[in-house]
T-cell receptor, first 110, second 115 residues
Framework: QKEVEQNSGPLSVPEGAIASLNCTYS??????FFWYRQYSGKSPELIMS????GDKEDGRFTAQLNKASQYVSLLIRDSQPSDSATYLC??????????FGTGTRLQVFP | SQTIHQWPATLVQPVGSPLSLECTVE??????LYWYRQAAGRGLQLLFY??????ISSEVPQNLSASRPQDRQFILSSKKLLLSDSGFYLC??????????????FGEGSRLTVL
């Protein structure tokens, strides 16, 4: 069974710190990976995508992919209370589906 | 720009009653369409996906069904709801998978409570 695994948290970090969110996946055929942010009671919002090994930066967000280790991560620099949410990791399989992890809840305290 | 809408946003239904959730996409043609369910404290479970009109693939055996009567319309239905059908239902669209992207964009969600 294809799986994407995340620590459910909560991950608590102080305002201004770096939050590090991690994800592993089981399907070596997965090509594309995504991070979604989901506020309580709301639908997921895409914040980062990554397709090749290495780092990809967008503002305060950096996604990292290591296909050999089947590992994806998201770093949030200068964390803000507004970043408090559940972060969902997702990977493709069978070329037309996304499999999601259960999400990591991030809490940023002032 | 592309937009996706689903409705109703919230509904409370008795066990055994029917269900119909609707989703429409605007600003794109021939999208891939998806229904996910998110139970309380759980991840997103893929229920159905469609790559074209009348083409439906089911991921999980259950008492739910899906239909795609038009290119940008996706409907989730049930003839008789179970308590276990409660959850947050999310419709999503994606570009056909001959592109290099693969990301999905979600509607606002429909919260279903079965009593």
């Amino acid at each position: 069974q294809k799986e994407v695994e995340q620590n459910s948290g909560p991950l608590s970090v102080p305002e201004g710190a770096i939050a590090s969110l991690n994800c592993t996946y089981s399907d070596r055929g997965s090509q594309s990976f995504f991070w979604y942010r989901q506020y309580s009671g709301k639908s997921p919002e895409l914040i980062m995508s990554i397709y090749s090994n290495g780092d990809k930066e967008d503002g305060r967000f950096t996604a990292q992919l290591n296909k050999a280790s089947q590992y994806v991560s998201l770093l949030i620099r200068d964390s803000q209370p507004s970043d408090s949410a559940t972060y969902l990791c997702a990977g493709t399989y069978n070329t037309d589906k996304l499999i999601f992890g259960t999400g990591t809840r991030l809490q940023v305290f002032p | 720009s592309q937009t996706i809408h689903q409705w109703p946003a919230t509904l409370v239904q008795p066990v055994g009653s029917p269900l119909s959730l609707e989703c429409t996409v605007e600003g794109t043609s021939n999208p891939n369409l998806y229904w996910y369910r998110q139970a309380a404290g759980r991840g997103l479970q893929l229920l159905f996906y469609s790559v074209g009109i009348g083409q439906i693939s089911s991921e999980v055996p259950q008492n739910l069904s899906a239909s795609r009567p038009q290119d940008r319309q996706f409907i989730l239905s049930s003839k008789k709801l179970l308590l276990s059908d409660s959850g947050f239902y999310l419709c999503a669209w994606g570009r056909p998978w001959d592109s290099d992207t693969g990301e999905l964009f979600f509607g606002e969600g429909s919260r279903l409570t079965v009593l």
